[in-house]
C-alpha cells in the first residue's frame, strides 16, 4: 500500500485555489504528466463525473486514464478515484482557509500497487511523492500568481 501525504499553504483564498484545482483544462499546466483531460460528461465537474486523462508515458507513448470524481464540496473538499492504469492511487484533497486570508491544502494519496509493481512499492512510493510535491509546488505558483492578461494585438 502507498500512502503519500503533506500540506501545501497557498497565498490565495480556498475559492480560488478550488477553482484552478478542479479545472480538468488546468491539469496540463500544472501536472508534469498530463497532456490533456477532459471532463465526461462535458462540463463543470460535480460528484460522479469522470475525467479522462492523457498522461505522457514511457518510451514516448501516451496513455489514456479514466478518473472518477468521489467527492467534490466547492473551496473544502475534491477527491479522485482511478478506474483503471496500471498505478491506482486515489486522491484526496481538503481545503482550509489561514488566518492571514489563504489556504491549506492537505493532500493525501493512497492505494494498494498490484503485480510486479508491488516488488518496486517502495521505490515508486518515493518517485510519486517527489512528483506529487513538485506539481502541487508548480499549482501554488500558478494560483498565487493569480489570472495572466493576454497582451492586445
Avoid at 121 to 132: D, K, M, V, W
Avoid at 133 to 139: F, I, T, V
Avoid at 142 to 151: C, F, L
Wanted: charged letters at 25%; zero cysteines; glycine letters at 8%.
Amino acid at each position: 500500500m502507498i500512502r503519500i501525504a503533506f500540506t501545501i499553504e497557498v497565498d490565495r483564498p480556498p475559492a480560488a485555489v478550488f477553482a484552478y484545482l478542479t479545472d480538468p483544462a488546468k491539469l496540463p499546466e500544472w501536472m508534469a504528466i498530463k497532456r490533456s483531460a477532459t471532463p465526461d460528461p462535458p462540463g463543470p465537474l460535480r460528484t460522479g463525473s469522470r475525467i479522462v486523462e492523457v498522461n505522457a508515458g514511457p518510451f514516448g507513448r501516451d496513455m489514456t486514464s479514466t478518473i472518477a470524481v468521489e467527492r467534490l464540496e466547492p473551496a473544502h473538499a475534491f477527491d479522485l478515484r482511478p478506474l483503471d492504469g496500471p498505478i491506482r492511487v486515489a486522491a484526496r484533497h481538503r481545503l482550509a482557509p489561514t488566518p492571514a486570508g489563504g489556504t491549506r491544502l492537505d493532500y493525501v494519496a493512497e492505494g494498494p500497487i498490484h503485480g510486479p509493481l508491488r516488488l518496486a512499492e517502495p521505490l515508486l512510493r518515493r518517485i510519486l511523492e517527489r512528483s506529487f510535491r513538485r506539481d502541487y509546488g508548480e499549482l501554488k505558483r500558478r494560483v498565487e500568481a493569480g489570472p495572466t492578461s493576454t497582451p492586445a494585438r
